[in-house]
């Protein structure tokens, strides 16, 4: 009973961590397709039913009760009224004590990775023509006219990479780390 609670309540929030990286991603590009505003607000409620039922859960884990403070400080940083994934952090929080951390980098970066190698391959192929945004010296927008860093995708895909091939020394992944920091500074010019 209490097992398969715990493994419906740890699955519920791998789902939203992969929904809201799929969204928050999604949206910055072409496609634009973000959920309506009742998704995000009846998933918000779900989150936080759940994150109750993780509190009861975990009651005994001390570190549920060190995320709590910190959950706290992200619930007033991000109000639900203004973007809708961050209001969600807090509740993450709380529901990401007791996951293995890989099934959690599995959940935030297999979607987000998805979308920009998709929107590289749309790039390449033609599919977007307007890649590059003037405004700003030279930055990636996906066909979007909201621009995103070309280089921080880069990192996102690095840092994929890294997860998967637990088999490599860290060291390797530096090299693209510090390309795609390079590609932000240097040429697209971001501060971000």
Request: aromatic share 20%; hydrophobic share 50%; proline share 4%.
């Given at each position: ?6 493994t419906i309540v740890e699955s519920y929030f791998l789902f939203a961590i992969a929904f809201l990286s ?79 951390i890989r099934k959690i980098f599995y959940a935030a970066f297999i979607p987000s990775t998805l979308v ?77």
């Open positions: 009973g209490d097992m398969l609670i715990r799929f969204c928050s991603q999604i949206h910055l590009t072409t496609f634009g397709c973000n959920p309506w505003y009742k998704v995000y607000k009846y998933l918000y409620v779900i989150t936080i039913f759940a994150t109750l039922v993780k509190i009861v859960i975990y009651r005994k884990d001390k570190k549920l009760w060190f995320s709590i403070p910190v959950a706290v400080v992200f619930y007033l940083a991000f109000p639900f009224k203004y973007y809708e994934y961050q209001s969600f952090l807090s509740f993450l929080i709380i529901g990401c004590v007791g996951v293995n920009i190698v998709i929107m590289m391959l749309s790039s390449l192929s033609g599919g977007i023509k307007n890649i590059v945004y003037w405004g700003r010296n030279i930055r990636s927008s996906w066909g979007n006219g909201y621009p995103t860093d070309f280089g921080t995708a880069v990192l996102m895909i690095v840092a994929f990479l890294w997860i998967l091939c637990k088999d490599l020394p860290d060291e390797i992944f530096l090299i693209p780390g510090l390309f795609s920091l390079y590609i932000s500074h240097s040429i697209t010019r971001s501060f971000t």
